[in-house]
T-cell receptor, first 113, second 115 residues
Framework: AQSVTQLDSHVSVSEGTPVLLRCNYS??????LFWYVQHPNKGLQLLLK??????LVKGINGFEAEFKKSETSFHLTKPSAHMSDAAEYFC???????????FGTGTRLKVLA | KAGVTQTPRYLIKTRGQQVTLSCSPI?????VSWYQQTPGQGLQFLFE???????NKGNFPGRFSGRQFSNSRSEMNVSTLELGDSALYLC??????????????FGPGTRLTVT
């Protein structure tokens, strides 16, 4: 069965410093993976997706993620945090066979001035 | 292109009542999925509709039901409301069915409070 683990429930960074949000997945097949962001009282917005093309995926707002099969990881990074990046981030794996979106528990990013 | 819209945005109901939430997908999208989001349980998949057929269902009781119309608009219904049904209900649409690597686009959600 597919699953996804977000290793940190909360991450704090200073504005202008790098962001790293960690995600590990479990999948029997080559997975499809997504990162979504949710700002307070808003719906989820797609940041980027991996679907077995390039292992380094670039998304919106300067975010990118690298698919590492050997480590079963899909960590989200950004070189320089901005105050507007403060939000909750969700890693998603698409379940092969069930075809369901499986969400991680989320990582709340706090950006300090 | 207009995004996913959900109505109403906020709703307050009493235990035992029923409620219907509505979702209009992005034009051309045929798949609509519903999720429940709570602080304790996070994001949980309710069900997915594709071309008016329920394609997938999560682990929710039968009080939760849905349907999709020929124009891809979808409704979900919760009967006999319980306090634990208080949540943000999110609708998402995609071009194709889940699992086909189509990304989902989410609406702003309906905040349901059960008193």
């Amino acid at each position: 069965a597919q699953s996804v683990t977000q290793l940190d429930s909360h991450v704090s960074v200073s504005e202008g410093t790098p962001v790293l949000l960690r995600c590990n997945y479990s999948s029997s097949y080559s997975p499809s993976l997504f990162w979504y962001v949710q700002h307070p009282n808003k719906g989820l917005q797609l940041l980027l997706k991996y679907t077995s093309a390039a292992t380094l995926v670039k998304g919106i707002n300067g975010f990118e993620a690298e698919f590492k099969k050997s480590e079963t990881s899909f960590h989200l990074t950004k070189p320089s945090a901005h105050m507007s990046d403060a939000a909750e981030y969700f890693c998603v794996v698409v379940g092969s066979g069930t075809y369901k979106y499986i969400f991680g528990t989320g990582t709340r990013l706090k950006v300090l001035a | 292109k207009a995004g996913v819209t959900q109505t109403p945005r906020y709703l307050i109901k009493t235990r035992g009542q029923q409620v219907t939430l509505s979702c209009s997908p992005i034009s051309g999208h045929r798949s609509v999925s519903w999720y429940q989001q709570t602080p304790g349980q996070g994001l949980q998949f309710l069900f997915e509709y594709f071309s008016e057929t329920q394609r997938n269902k999560g682990n929710f009781p039968g009080r939760f039901s849905g349907r999709q119309f020929s124009n891809s608009r979808s409704e979900m219904n919760v009967s006999t409301l319980e306090l634990g049904d208080s949540a943000l209900y999110l609708c998402a649409s995609s071009l194709g069915a889940q699992g086909a690597s189509y990304e989902q686009y989410f609406g702003p959600g309906t905040r349901l409070t059960v008193t």
